[in-house]
């Protein structure tokens, strides 16, 4: 195999939309659109395709990208006048040439600096004056690591409070041969039943219904297990204490628009968040938050599952 060197590269994407790629020395890659932000791809050493991107994806403002990794600022299944995950994931963000040192290690070579900060409009909606940074780093192993730093930069006094999740959609080969683990005995509130609060039950998560939870105070690690393709996706949070967990199934798949009927049974979306308790920043204070992605033959294989337990839970 020919050794290639790392790279960035901004180019053209779907609709003629700005893109940028970085390739590592293995073959991993990862594609993020200035628009949103978006990470749309991030692939392994074989050029196998990690994220979910719904083939009825529209790549075109003011809509969002259906798939990926849409950041969700300054709310997540918020109410009012934003739309409910906020406006950063519709906007046109630009390439950060300058951007304050951020600590990284000899791994994180190949990466991009994006940044957000409100416009005219937005301050009629969000009237807040902030820095949105968000690093994207593809990692020599060919992990995928987002660092966003939000810092309030107004000159009133005001403080901000927001939510935050990066909503990411990740592939799997069948949702009912899916398990993730990490998140059994959390307590969560269930967007199903009026975000009333439960307890997670039993080991690992199965999935034979729509499910759209937000697990309180989740532990830093989680695993998302495809059994079929024996792959384990491993989350890292940091900053993010909750996590949602989302697959809409085939009832309110056809209801959405920009996701294709069967496609439900190809991804799954595990999401590191801030939900429970908003984040307020003092002017000249800046958060962190930070996911790193990884993707690891999933060694322990307890082959399938037993359909039965599966069905009846
Ligand atoms: O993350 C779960 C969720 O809040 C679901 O309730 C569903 O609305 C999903 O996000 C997709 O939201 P979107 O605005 O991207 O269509």
């Not at 799997?172 to 009333?196: A, C, F, H, M, P």
């Not at 590191?272 to 003092?282: D, F, G, S």
């Not at 938050?289 to 069905?311: M, N, T, W």
Request: charged share 25%.
């Amino acid at each position: 195999m020919t050794a290639r060197s790392p790279s960035v590269e901004l180019c053209k994407g779907n609709n003629g939309l700005g893109k940028i790629v970085l390739r590592e020395t293995r073959g991993s890659s990862v594609e993020v659109y200035l628009y949103g932000a978006h990470v749309t791809s991030w692939k392994n050493d074989h050029g196998e395709e990690l994220l979910f991107v719904s083939n009825k994806a529209i790549f075109k403002p003011p809509k969002a990208i259906r798939g990926g990794i849409p950041i969700c600022f300054p709310q997540f299944a918020g109410t009012g006048n934003l739309e409910q995950h906020g406006f950063a994931r519709n906007r046109l963000w630009s390439i950060d040439e300058s951007p304050p040192h951020l600590a990284v290690n000899s791994s994180h070579r190949t990466f991009v600096d994006l940044i957000l900060k409100p416009t005219e409009e937005d301050f009629k909606i969000w009237p807040h004056s902030y820095e949105f940074r968000l690093r994207v780093v593809l990692t020599i192993g060919g992990d995928l690591i987002l660092i966003s730093r939000i810092r309030n930069t107004s000159t009133d006094g005001k403080p901000f409070t927001f939510t935050f999740a990066y909503h990411t959609y990740f592939t799997v080969s069948d949702i009912s041969e899916v398990r993730v683990e990490g998140l059994e005995t959390q307590d969560y509130l269930d967007n199903l039943k009026e975000r009333e609060r439960f307890t997670e039950q039993g080991d690992a998560l199965t999935f034979e219904s729509e499910v759209d939870k937000i697990y309180l105070n989740a532990p830093p690690k989680i695993a998302i297990i495809d059994h079929e393709k024996k792959r384990t996706y491993v989350l890292w949070k940091e900053g993010l204490p909750d996590a949602v967990v989302w697959n809409p199934w085939d009832k309110k798949a056809k209801a959405i628009a920009d996701f294709g009927d069967d496609e439900y049974k190809h991804m799954l979306c595990v999401e590191a968040a801030a939900i429970e308790n908003p984040i307020t920043l003092k002017p000249g204070e800046e958060w962190k938050g930070l996911q790193e992605i990884s993707a690891v033959p999933s060694s322990y294989y307890s082959g399938p599952l037993d359909p039965h337990k599966v069905l009846h839970g």
